[in-house]
């Protein structure tokens, strides 16, 4: 504890063939599969270029990096090159990302992974139509989005900076279609400013002890903010009891004429 390590993979698995060729506008995903740690990247192809296939990191051995191993799990086939975050759901065993305003979302089914899994693009269905008409006006843009996985809850979760939150389900059967998306509560207290800077991308993460996810937001401030989904609980337990109060006045059985003042104290602890 207490210190960095540098899992090179260009140094600690030198003759790994599957190493992606670069990071730009790609994302990662985390995931505990057989108890090992795994990083999902997607990431620039090793031919160069902007196309985003997707490889998986596996941690075999945190005192040993070079058992860590490097696979191609997913193929870029018709999916988007802008900047980008993702999430892993190991429940459907699908890695959803975002794409742009045009294509909004791109995902891999992980059922079959390997260098030919090809990618799909993904249109959520919103019921009150808000979503689509944010994105084709301009007034929400994508590239400024972070996106995680809710295990709790089984669902994706997408912020862009303000107040608004929203929630990504698939379809029972894993497809393109059938994909809804819906915007969550609005906050009734503070709310971020939507000042994102050069975008949110991967800063937004969800955090399994807290049940809770974790922002980062305003270039210039660097405010971090914590959002508590509709219906969160203190997963310790350890909850603030609520307040006790009781009427002093008027007392219990008081009559009072139509239309005369009552006057009414409390204490509360």
Request: glycine share 12%; with cysteine.
């Amino acid at each position: 504890g207490n210190m960095w390590q540098n899992r090179d993979i260009w140094k600690n698995i030198p003759g790994n063939p599957a190493k992606p060729g670069g990071y730009v506008n790609s994302c990662t995903a985390y995931s505990a599969e057989g108890g090992r740690d795994v990083v999902y990247e997607a990431a620039i192809d090793a031919g160069g270029g902007t196309s985003l296939g997707l490889y998986k990191y596996t941690i075999n051995s945190v005192s040993d990096p070079t058992q860590d191993t490097m696979q191609k799990v997913g193929q870029f086939w018709n999916g988007t090159s802008a900047a980008t975050s993702c999430g892993y759901d190991p429940t459907d065993k699908v890695l959803l990302r975002i794409g742009t305003n045009q294509i909004p979302f791109v995902y891999w089914d992980m059922h079959n992974p390997g260098p030919g899994n090809q990618d799909a693009r993904m249109t959520p269905i919103d019921a009150t139509g808000e979503f689509p008409a944010l994105l084709s006006s301009g007034a929400l843009n994508l590239a400024n989005c972070g996106m995680d996985y809710d295990p709790t809850r089984n669902q994706f979760v997408m912020w862009c900076g303000d107040g608004r939150v929203w929630t990504i389900k698939p379809p029972a059967t894993l497809s393109p279609n059938g994909w809804t998306i819906t915007k969550q509560p609005a906050p009734l207290l503070a709310t971020p400013n939507g000042d994102v800077g050069t975008g949110i991308l991967g800063k937004w993460k969800y955090i399994s002890n807290l049940d809770a996810f974790m922002g980062l937001q305003d270039a210039t401030q660097g405010n971090i903010w914590v959002y508590k989904p509709a219906g969160w609980k203190n997963p310790s337990g350890n909850l603030v009891p609520p307040p006790i109060v009781s009427l002093t006045a008027p007392a219990n059985g008081s009559g009072f004429a139509s239309g005369a003042p009552i006057t009414i104290s409390a204490n509360a602890a």
